[in-house]
């Protein structure tokens, strides 16, 4: 009965090809949030959503397209991927905007080749 | 813009010794302040926060941290480290406007604590 889920945790792939990595949350929060850390371990958000609607768009390259489904649901779709986003994807929850605890997903390392 | 810096990258510590990590935090209005921590190929827990009220606020496994707003700080500390303290720790902000909370985290660099026996 994990929290925040992810998939995958791994995913290798190509310059070039289309990804997505999934999101799922049971607690019931209504904003989720992906967050990516670099190779150096640094942390930076890169999209909110709340009960549906993007919330923050940190100046993330439009080839990374979030999609929410459901309040419960928050998939990340990469396009044309590139070297420089191999990094690890964290997804997030937290009970609602401005909430002060997010609960984070286990990762999913992405590594292009 | 709001920035969370974490002094010293690797903090290495005997066994039973303090642990202190530092965090200061640039923002005209004082934030929301957490500390969270990542063991290895895991997720982020949330150890501890800051939001209003006591400034020495206590977490899990034993941490706690000082708001102190005057020095913009909140340094987080253990009496006696424990080889299962080993893990990267972060702290982070949530900024605060004059409309309230905002929708995000910002996170420091992270401190990589180790633990010798």
């Known amino acids: 009965d994990t929290a925040v889920s992810q998939t995958p945790k791994y995913l290798v792939t190509q310059m070039g090809n289309d990804k997505s990595i999934k999101c799922e949350q049971n607690?019931?929060?209504?904003?989720m949030y992906w967050y990516k850390q670099d190779s150096k371990k640094f942390l930076k958000i890169m999209f909110s959503?709340?009960?549906?609607?993007?919330?923050i768009n940190e100046t993330v390259p439009n080839r990374f397209s979030p999609k929410s489904p459901d309040k419960a649901h928050l998939n990340l779709h990469i396009n044309s991927l590139e070297l420089g986003d191999s990094a690890v994807y964290f997804c997030?929850?937290?009970?609602?905007?401005?909430?002060?605890?997010?609960?984070f997903g286990q990762g999913t390392r992405l590594t292009v080749v | 813009a709001q920035s969370v810096t974490q002094l010293g990258s690797h903090v290495s510590v005997s066994e039973g010794a303090l642990v202190l990590l530092r965090c200061n935090y640039s923002?005209?209005?004082?934030?929301?302040l957490f500390w969270y921590v990542q063991y290895p190929n895991q997720g982020l827990q949330l150890l501890l926060k800051?939001?209003?009220?006591?400034?020495l606020v206590k977490g899990i496994n034993g941490f706690e941290a000082e708001f102190k707003k005057s020095e913009t700080s909140f340094h987080l500390t253990k009496p006696s480290a424990h080889m299962s303290d080993a893990a990267e720790y972060f702290c982070a902000v949530s900024p605060l406007n004059y409309g309230g909370a905002t929708n995000k985290l910002i996170f420091g660099t992270g401190t990589l604590l180790a633990v010798q026996p």
């Open positions: 607690l019931g929060h209504d904003t």
């Open positions: 997030a929850s937290s009970q609602e905007q401005g909430a002060t605890e997010a609960f």
């Open positions: 800051y939001t209003t009220g006591a400034t």
């Open positions: 959503y709340n009960n549906k609607e993007l919330i």
């Open positions: 923002s005209s209005v004082p934030p929301y």
